[in-house]
């Protein structure tokens, strides 16, 4: 490749041959630092993802706040998750007043929000959390709360724990 103002080159001249090569890594090197400079100063095209939802470190969060994320559980629990007779048959109403079920609700919640809400969620999450997250704690919370169950509870219209939710909340605020 000759660079255009590099001029007439006597192929069997060395020092001709030696130029002609200098000129190309000139304009070839001008190229590559205008490609540079306008690849650095074009903006991304790929928008950057929020990172996905991060679960709740309950002992480490101060009571108020406690109070308000039970509340969004308890939502959340009334509004989807009780959408799933399992769910209702499950999670006991006593169920704010056992921190390892909170725990357990709240990495449910965690793995729903990231198979559903979060913008870089996937069709493999939703499927992961429906065959593996979902039947699995509500499996082990099922065992969990087993010496809590009084009756049977038959499937019907979605259990709402309100009541129960108000009082535990209330105790946090006062603490």
């Given at each position: ?11 069997d ?37 929020e ?15 406690k ?90 219209p ?6 129960t ?11």
């Open positions: 490749m000759n660079h255009p103002d590099a001029g007439p080159t006597d192929p001249d060395p020092s001709d041959t030696l130029a002609a090569l200098t000129a190309d890594l000139e304009h070839l090197s001008r190229i590559v630092t205008s490609l540079t400079t306008t690849t650095s100063t074009t903006p991304t095209a790929t928008p950057q993802l990172p996905p939802p991060k679960p709740w470190c309950w002992p480490k969060t101060p009571h108020r706040r109070a308000d994320r039970l509340g969004e559980l308890g939502d959340w629990l009334t509004q989807v998750l009780f959408g799933w007779p399992a769910a209702q048959r499950a999670i006991q109403p006593c169920w704010p007043r056992h921190w390892d079920i909170i725990e357990e609700i709240s990495m449910l919640y965690c793995a729903w929000k990231t198979a559903y809400l979060w913008e870089g969620a996937t069709a493999s999450d939703a499927a992961e959390y429906l065959d593996r997250w979902l039947p699995n704690a509500l499996e082990r919370i099922e065992i969990r709360l087993r010496p809590c169950v009084q009756t049977h509870q038959p499937d019907g979605r259990r709402n724990d309100t009541a939710l108000t009082a535990v909340q209330d105790e946090l605020r006062w603490l």
